[in-house]
């Protein structure tokens, strides 16, 4: 590969945005409440929107995840728009948005316990991810969920029946992508000898009072009206963006991590999406798409592709910095003053890549003037830590920072 940028830049600054704004933590209010890989921490959104934005400019994320630029765009009384293809975006964005209200927790585990209701989710992978011991009870709950009329009680139930049901299956929770382990192959073999149903519905009481919580954490810091646009399941890689923004900031996937649909999937299937929803969502991730060529104008992401041999590796970068950066400079037309770019350095063969330098270069050409690139320590992960990448065999090195490129738009 090529040899290693200089570590620092003139345009490079280091910074712990968990110092530089009063967000308690990256799990307060509602901005932990949902498991989503490669979240946007909180902070970094509200530094931006505290040093940049005023109330009623409009904030646009087009690779949104789990929705939180439109949480924090509230707190500072900003209209917003949030794009993702994971379809869960508009449901997860609705709970973490909602007032609190009084619930009646013990009234509706009551419920759930007795109901006669009956849902099947669409997948025939379905033995695969759980025991055949817990699907009729998993059936029986997840009925009474789909028969609920009271919408809000619905919202408030979402989250914690998907964490508890997967907690109920194979997959390993530590890692980013669905998959089984003899870790969570031995979670199961533990709960199946155990009293699994009480611990289920204990499970779900403890979540809906950290949903509960969580709400009245995220209305003691006072969110304004805002007009809201969420679109789940929409391919940003060519949506048209209907109208004007002052602001895009995003945190885009990095290079072979855009699989979200194959992590989503499981809770997508018992929310009713079927197999064909899933598996055209699913083909429209990066690393298995076509991407039209588009004009990359960095003279940092020529010298990094022309040093990978094996050809594989090459059409995956080729579709990753075309397809984001493509997206990207189509949405930017639009885009009245600055743009925010979070991104971290993914390896590719054990190479950290560049991929904020790359943005900064591209951007730069179509007249954006690079103010500064943030450099901001990544304090922990949800995913195993590996000496050796198990995928490949070499030296693991994940992204260790990650970096605020600021770009304003040269009027």
């Known amino acids: ?83 993702d293809l994971n379809p869960l975006l508009e449901t997860l964005h609705a709970v973490a948005t909602l007032e609190p209200m009084e619930v009646d927790v013990d009234k509706i585990l009551r419920q759930m316990a007795i109901s006669h209701e009956e849902f099947i989710p669409q997948w025939s992978r379905l033995g695969y991810w759980f025991p055949q011991e817990f699907l009729p009870f998993l059936f029986s709950v997840w009925g009474f969920y789909h028969s609920l009329d009271n919408v809000y009680l619905k919202l408030i139930l979402t989250i914690p029946l998907l964490k508890t049901t997967r907690y109920f299956s194979y997959d390993d929770q530590q890692r980013q992508k669905l998959s089984k382990s003899p870790k969570s192959e031995r979670r ?84 009713g999406y079927s197999e064909d929803d899933i598996r055209k969502l699913s083909k429209l ?18 010298r990094y592709r022309d040093q990978i041999e094996e050809s594989h590796l090459r059409a995956i970068f080729n579709r990753y910095f075309w397809g984001v950066l493509g997206a990207l400079t189509r949405l930017q037309d639009k885009v009245k003053s600055y743009l925010f770019l979070f991104v971290g350095r993914a390896s590719m063969r054990g190479q950290s890549i560049p991929i904020d330098r790359i943005f900064a270069e591209h951007f730069t050409t179509l007249d954006w003037i690079h103010e500064v690139t943030l450099v901001d320590t990544i304090v922990a992960r949800r995913m195993f830590s590996y000496h050796v990448n198990p995928a490949t065999n070499r030296e693991d090195r994940r992204t260790s920072v990650e970096n605020l490129v600021i770009l304003r738009r040269n009027a």
Do not use: N
Not at 63 to 72: D, E, K, L, M, N
């Open 285 to 302: 991730e990066i690393p298995y798409r076509e991407v039209k060529v588009q004009p990359v104008y960095s003279e940092t992401f020529s």
């Open 1 to 83: 590969m090529s040899e290693p940028l200089p570590e620092w830049t003139e345009k490079e600054r280091k910074v712990l945005f968990r110092d530089l704004v009063k967000i308690p933590s990256t799990t307060y209010a509602t901005f932990g409440l949902y498991r989503y890989p490669a979240k946007f921490i909180p902070q970094v959104i509200a530094y931006v929107l505290e040093k940049y934005a005023h109330p009623k400019m409009k904030i646009f994320d087009p690779f949104a995840g789990y929705g939180t630029v439109g949480i924090i765009s509230r707190l500072y009384g900003c209209d917003y728009e949030l794009w």
């Open 188 to 271: 199961v073999k533990s709960l199946l000898v155990s009293d699994w149903k009480t611990k289920f519905f204990q499970m779900v009481e403890g979540e809906i009072r950290r949903v509960l919580e969580g709400l009245h954490e995220y209305s003691a810091l006072s969110p304004k009206q805002a007009r809201a646009i969420v679109k789940g399941g929409v391919d940003t890689l060519s949506m048209e963006l209907e109208e004007e923004k002052d602001i895009l900031i995003t945190s885009p996937p990095y290079l072979q991590s855009h699989e979200y649909i194959r992590q989503a999937k499981l809770d997508a299937f018992w929310l």
